[in-house]
């Protein structure tokens, strides 16, 4: 995916890049994006928005994180969660910071035996989710546009527009 931002602001960091914290005047800090919503466009999967966010640990390319809008923290995706959802555009562990995507098709982790069209629900393994239905785990506002293993191994592609859970039973 090469993404290249419709938003202009001068020194966005590339949407898969994942930036260290600055340490400017002997505190962590995440330069001035941090929560900044923006557009890109990919010739190939379209326009998509982005938020930029603090990482956590063992985030992967695609890994589903739920985000704080307090302090823009991630945490990975699992269940009898609450709030807003990303998708993660790289490697972006703790200490670090990045895009994730909000809206538009999204590549993300899915289980084995996802499938197209499916609707989306959280799962036990931390960043990735299923088809499966779990009772208050479903992340609305998701829904699979290609089986797993669509692009690679271990990812499909979802069709996003902000998402998110609640913990309701599912409709």
Do not use: C
């Not at 001035?32 to 890109?40: F, K, V």
């Not at 956590?56 to 269940?79: C, H, M, R």
């Not at 555009?89 to 996802?114: D, H, R, T």
């Amino acid at each position: 995916m090469a993404y290249v931002p419709h938003t202009p602001h001068l020194g966005l960091p590339p949407i898969a890049a994942t930036l260290p914290a600055s340490t400017a005047a002997g505190r962590s800090t995440p330069g001035p994006w941090l929560g900044q919503i923006i557009q890109a466009q990919d010739p190939v999967y379209g326009v998509g928005e982005f938020i930029y966010l603090a990482g956590v640990a063992t985030t992967g390319v695609g890994s589903w994180v739920l985000y704080n809008p307090d302090d823009w923290s991630t945490v990975l995706l699992g269940l009898d969660m609450i709030g807003s959802v990303a998708v993660a555009m790289s490697a972006n562990v703790a200490s670090q910071f990045g895009w994730y995507q909000i809206k538009g098709k999204a590549i993300g982790k899915a289980l084995v035996g996802f499938l197209d069209n499916a609707n989306v629900y959280a799962t036990a393994t931390a960043g990735s989710v299923d088809d499966a239905v779990v009772a208050g785990d479903r992340v609305k506002n998701a829904k699979g546009a290609s089986a797993v293993g669509v692009p690679s191994a271990g990812l499909a592609e979802f069709e996003i527009d902000r998402p998110y859970v609640d913990d309701a039973l599912a409709a």
